[in-house]
Every structure is written in C-alpha cells, then in structure tokens.
C-alpha cells in the first residue's frame, strides 16, 4: 500500500512549485532577512544565528521531517573542520539543522556573483569564498584560513566532493578541506545527510507531495594532531569510508521512515473516508 502511494505522490508540479517557493522564501526573502539583521556586524560568523532561526521556520513551510543525532561530536569551544556530503540546493535548509557557533563555510566564488542577494547575505556572515579557477589564489585563501582557524576558534564547514551530487552515492573527495585539518592540527568532523532521493528525483524534476524525511548525524571527531602532508591521503579515504557506510545506511532509514509516513498518512485518509 505504502508503496503504491508512493508512486501516486511523485508530483512535478510539487518539484516546480516547491522550487520556485525556495527561490522566493531562502535565495530572496531569506537573503534580504540575512543582509538586513547582518549590517550592524559585517562578515560575523554570528550573523548566521539569524538565518538559522528563519531556515528553521523554512523547513517546516516544506513538510521536511529533520532525524538529527550526534550535535554533542561537534567540539563545542574548540575549532575544527566539518566535512558534509553536498547534494543540491536544500542543503542550505538542512545544514542548519546541526551549525555551531562561530561557523563558516569554503565555497566557490561564483556565489558570490551570480546568486545575487544571498552571495552579499553569505559574505555578510563571514563565509569564505574560494576561486577555484586560480589555484594560486586559491591556496592564499585556505592558508589565511588555516592560520584564522586557532586564532579566531573558528568550525569550517567543507563539501569535499567538490560539487552537489544526487547520484545516492558519494563522489571522490578532494583533498582540501584534510590539509587545513592537519596543517591547523584540530579534528576532522563528518556531516552526514540521508539521500533526499527518497522523495526527490531532481534529475527527473520529481518531488513527492508529501512525507518527507532527512536523517542527518554527526560523526566524532577524527583527530590530526601528529598527523603531517604524507597523512593526508589516507585520512581523505578513511573518512570517505566511514561517510559513504553512514550514508547508506541514513538513506535506508530515511527511505522507510518516508515510507511509513506515506502508509500512515494513506491510512488516516482511508479511514476518515469512512
């Protein structure tokens, strides 16, 4: 039964209407919100707070259901690199389900440019942006991060697959974000976030209407101090290795939990038609 009304629930309309609904409410509104309440301290990592609790409010709008485990691996008054799986455009909406305090985010420089208001919102709350077409530029930008990292007690949230990903699977990760990591000498923190493939199929512009779910859990923290350049190829795979195990198994919770809430969902309907 569930599954039959899983089939029925997949909606394009429900994937353009929610689409253009997170254009308006996160990419404008959000991002005019952001800059607004971020003037009075520019380029403060604690201006996220603010779009923190308006994302909050945003996920709900969506009927997204957020599992969330391990906050507490997440050092709370020492810095660290956070290393996510980077799916699509939601992932803005689920990251702040688990952003410390006295966070930032590596991200291309592009943003910046060709997002409008929320490229301004995202330098206003002290995010790093990266040109990744100028590898020496580049380099210069990560080395000032890493020596901010201690001095400044900052988390670095990285995506090291590089690009948003929707395949169910995780790509190779680059090997960046394990070089601030060990060149900083603070831990390595794992983010990982349930495939939304449960109820989106971006590729084929597919939402379902209803029931859906996200596990995300935070791993603990892998340690570096010792650690030197020759280590960092192996401390990319091993934790590649343990996000991809992760991975698998949130997506097959998140699945079920999607599946239950269809079934019940279906049931309720069913018996008020009664």
């Not at 990292?149 to 900052?154: D, M, P, T």
């Not at 790509?171 to 974000?177: Q, S």
């Not at 996200?214 to 020759?230: N, R």
Request: hydrophobic residues 45%.
């Amino acid at each position: 039964m569930a599954a039959a009304a899983a089939e029925e629930e997949w909606s394009h309309f429900a994937f353009f209407f929610n689409y253009l609904l997170y254009y308006l409410l996160v990419i404008v509104l959000g991002a005019v919100f952001g800059t607004v309440c971020s003037l009075p301290a520019p380029t403060s990592p604690a201006n996220t707070r603010f779009a923190k609790r308006y994302v909050n409010w945003v996920a709900g709008v969506f009927g997204i259901k957020y599992t969330v485990s391990g906050l507490d691996n997440i050092p709370r008054h020492s810095p660290c690199i956070i290393v996510a799986n980077h799916q699509s455009f939601f992932d803005f909406i689920t990251i702040m389900q688990v952003w410390p305090e006295r966070c930032v985010c590596v991200v291309k420089s592009s943003l910046f440019w060709m997002s409008g208001p929320f490229g301004l919102a995202m330098w206003l709350a002290g995010n790093i942006f990266v040109d990744r077409g100028n590898s020496r530029s580049s380099k210069q930008t990560l080395d000032s991060v890493v020596q901010r990292i201690n001095s400044e007690k900052l988390r670095v949230w990285v995506y090291p697959e590089g690009t948003r990903n929707d395949s169910g699977e995780l790509l190779p990760f680059k090997k960046g974000a394990f070089h601030m990591a060990v060149q900083a000498q603070v831990p390595v923190v794992p983010v990982v976030i349930s495939s939304y493939g449960n109820w989106a199929a971006f590729r084929q512009r597919k939402w379902l209407a209803r029931g859906r779910q996200v596990v995300v859990e935070v791993l603990p923290p892998i340690p570096t101090h010792g650690l030197g350049p020759a280590d960092v190829a192996d401390l990319t795979e091993r934790t590649r290795t343990q996000m991809v195990d992760t991975f698998r198994q949130l997506s097959q919770r998140a699945h079920l939990a999607t599946q239950h809430a269809l079934h019940s969902d279906s049931a309720n309907c069913h018996d008020k038609s009664q």
